[in-house]
């Protein structure tokens, strides 16, 4: 059901109100009549943008060019001495100024610093009534200020480092690779593309959208709140599983999608499957249910991200890993299987392994000491078909390659399996 290892990328395409034409706007006269210029005594304001919109960045980073504006009064000439506002929405980042004064070609501008969390953002300068609105994107994965992803209890923030062993856990291991090493499918560029599993962070306002399924048996209906720049895993034209990955941040819900395609730039969407999870509840999905994953697992709280490692440097929940083989069985919190093959030595969805304590980690970086330390202390959750011993995370151009491949030198036999309970099996 699902392809076994695909090239990334994060979809950079810019808002759709960022690529019209910068319309300019037109303020009335101001009481006193205004000041500067050579209006001849017109001093009805017009505010229009020069340069600076529709620019891209990493999330947290500051634009590389300024916002600038010109205003001019009702027959074009440059307005001198204005102030222009410049105004940015809680998660729309930061500006260098809240005004600016306009200068003798009439232009005034300001710095825009992204916001750390949302890709998409807007700032407005506004003169007398009139305004403009300038839009970025941020690429890279946003930081969501050391959040758990459901409550306490919760199976994915269990701490399995003491678990017992199942009796099964060296022939479990063998079907999922020993020799293998552990492989990072995630980091900043493969091939030309962002690699990793990306997702956007919305506000609770985003337009839903409608959002038809292969799978609608096994599928939450829409609407599903997904912006027009939504990234799509692999790109527009990929031919992998093209997840497509919305955190609601102020409602704390999580919409997923897979083989999601765009239609009528982003109006509608169609999707083989899709699940919506609230991240408040530990409910699971429904018994034998997909999601946007084989195994009826939610994806993005299992995936390793940037804030996590870098800024916060804590992981709090188990990884996301596949393996190539996998047994026609599924343990809770998994809800379905994908494998045909029935064997007892196969690997069930929801399987749980973790790294042996015995393994050192002291000689690694300390960005990758978080990923091991939580691969001890919560371990990997097997969610899906793929290469053996593959972890996944989201893509950010932060992330060091070299560093992260250095995790390479983990292998299949340095991980043992938690014991298994409530197993559901096929025949």
């Known amino acids: ?187 900043t560029v493969y091939r030309g593309a962002p690699n990793g599993i990306p997702y956007v962070v919305v506000h609770g306002n985003q337009a839903r959208v409608p959002v038809s399924f292969t799978y609608a048996d096994e599928s939450d209906p829409g609407p599903y709140p997904i912006p027009t720049y939504a990234p799509i895993e692999g790109g527009p034209s990929s031919t992998g599983d093209r997840h497509v990955i919305v955190l609601d941040a102020d409602n704390w819900k999580l919409y997923e999608l897979y083989a999601a395609y765009s239609q009528q730039s982003g109006a509608s969407w169609t999707a083989g499957s899709g699940a919506i999870f609230d991240l408040t509840s530990d409910a699971l999905r429904p018994e034998g249910w997909t999601s946007a994953d084989a195994a009826g697992l939610p994806i993005l709280p299992g995936l390793v991200r940037y804030d996590e490692v870098a800024i916060h440097h804590a992981i709090d929940h188990a990884i996301r890993f596949t393996c190539v083989h996998t047994r026609k069985a599924y343990l809770p919190p998994a809800r379905h299987w994908a494998s045909s093959l029935t064997g007892a030595d196969y690997a069930p969805m929801g399987m749980r392994v973790r790294l042996k304590a015995s393994v050192d980690i002291s000689h690694f970086s300390p960005s990758n000491q978080v990923i091991l330390a939580a691969l001890k202390k919560y371990g990997m959750i097997l969610a899906d078909n793929g290469a053996d011993m593959m972890i996944g995370g989201a893509p950010d151009p932060r992330w060091s390659d070299d560093d992260l491949h250095l995790l390479t030198t983990i292998h299949g036999s340095d991980f043992e399996v938690v014991q298994m309970n409530g197993m559901v099996v096929g025949h």
């Open 1 to 187: 059901m699902r392809a076994t290892s695909i090239i990334y990328t994060t979809a950079l395409i810019v808002i759709a109100a960022a690529c019209a034409a910068a319309r300019p706007t037109t303020a009335p006269p101001p009481d006193d009549g205004g000041d500067g210029g050579d209006g001849g005594g017109d001093a009805t304001l017009v505010i229009s943008k020069v340069s600076g919109d529709a620019q891209q960045a990493t999330l947290g980073a500051a634009l590389a060019s300024p916002l600038v504006v010109a205003v001019t009064n009702s027959r074009g000439a440059a307005m001198q001495g204005v102030t222009v506002t410049w105004t940015a929405a809680p998660g729309n980042g930061t500006l260098s100024a809240g005004t600016s004064v306009t200068d003798g070609s009439g232009h005034a501008s300001a710095r825009w610093t992204l916001d750390p969390t949302f890709l998409g953002t807007s700032a407005k300068a506004a003169v007398s009534g009139a305004s403009v609105t300038f839009t970025a994107l941020g690429n890279g994965s946003g930081d969501l200020g050391g959040r758990a992803f459901f409550p306490a209890d919760n199976p994915w923030r269990a701490d399995i480092s003491s678990a017992p062993l199942d009796p099964n856990s060296a022939n479990l291991i063998n079907s999922c690779g020993p020799s293998t090493a552990l492989h990072p499918d995630f980091g």
